[in-house]
């Protein structure tokens, strides 16, 4: 009885260590992406055709991005990723293809993000405190009904 016990608590021991593998995002394909053409192709067409764009960048021209990343997970590591595939299609002021551009990990950058936390004081502040300091944040005009502000004009 006890072997087995050891022998199961064995399979699932090992089979925890085996990896996963996810797949995140999509990209059209090569078969996709040679149907689309510069200069003709407008961006109803590559809605028709290949889809909606992970996100589109309207700062400078229009910029539709589509994304797959690939990631593997082994236990209770960090998941790594392996693979990123990126197209950014740019479009000019007709909305037409004016480029196609197909990235990869490669060509990627890490980006650190800073986490900013705003502080509050509801934490410490006892209750008859937080009653005491909202007195100041409404002006006379919030003492009024709502009713007999709608009569003013």
Known sequence: MVRNVIFILLVFFLASCSGITTRHGYIPSEAELSTLEVGETTTEDVLGNIGNPAFVNEEYGT??????????????????????????????????????????????????????????????????????RSFGNFGSGALIAPAERQFDN
């Open 63 to 132: 910029t539709w991005v589509y994304i797959e990343t690939k990631q593997f997970n082994r236990g209770i590591r960090k998941a790594e990723t392996t693979e990123r595939n990126v197209v950014v299609l740019s479009f000019d002021g007709n909305d037409t293809l004016a480029n196609v551009e197909t990235l990869g990990l490669e060509n990627g950058r890490t980006v650190r993000f800073t986490q900013r936390v705003t502080k509050t004081y509801e934490g410490r502040l006892s209750v008859i405190q937080q009653i005491l």
